[in-house]
């Protein structure tokens, strides 16, 4: 399970670190997608990922065809280097507004999400919906 919360930079080449915390969890191939808000970018091993793809063909072919020309074409597949670097497409940067060099990966389950600094901090800010609150007292939170 992706767990936890890790601030970084990214250097001169646009490649981040994968925490080994997070990358002794991840297995396989590594894929990366700007999430549809636009608010950062995903993170999936190759099971995970093939879990939403497997989903996405179950679609009538129309729906099928539609998801995918969203998501194929601004997804990418990455190979961590011996020290846990992979890059980051500058487009992808630009779509998750990740325009400075400090970034937050956060651990979300069964995939990460990798934030600007600024952007993550902002979101922390913001209070949660009363409805998910609620949930979380519900469930011994």
């Known amino acids: 399970m992706l767990l936890g919360t890790y601030t970084h930079s990214l250097d001169a080449k646009n490649r981040m670190i994968i925490p080994s915390k997070l990358m002794d969890e991840l297995d396989g191939k590594l894929y990366i997608y700007p999430a549809a808000s636009g608010a950062c970018i995903k993170l999936y091993d190759e099971a995970e990922w093939n ?13 099928s065809y539609a998801v995918k020309s969203l998501i194929f074409p601004n997804s990418q597949q990455i190979v961590p280097d011996a020290q846990n670097r992979v890059p980051i497409p500058p487009s992808m940067l ?16 069964s995939c ?7 952007k993550y901090q902002q979101k922390l800010e913001t209070p949660p919906p009363a409805d998910t609150m609620e949930f979380l007292s519900t469930m011994g939170f």
């Open 51 to 63: 879990k939403y793809c497997e989903l996405i063909d179950a679609l009538p072919p129309e729906k």
């Open 94 to 109: 630009q779509k998750a507004g990740i325009t400075g060099k400090n970034i937050v990966t956060v651990g979300m389950g």
């Open 112 to 118: 990460c999400e990798i934030w600007s600094e600024e």
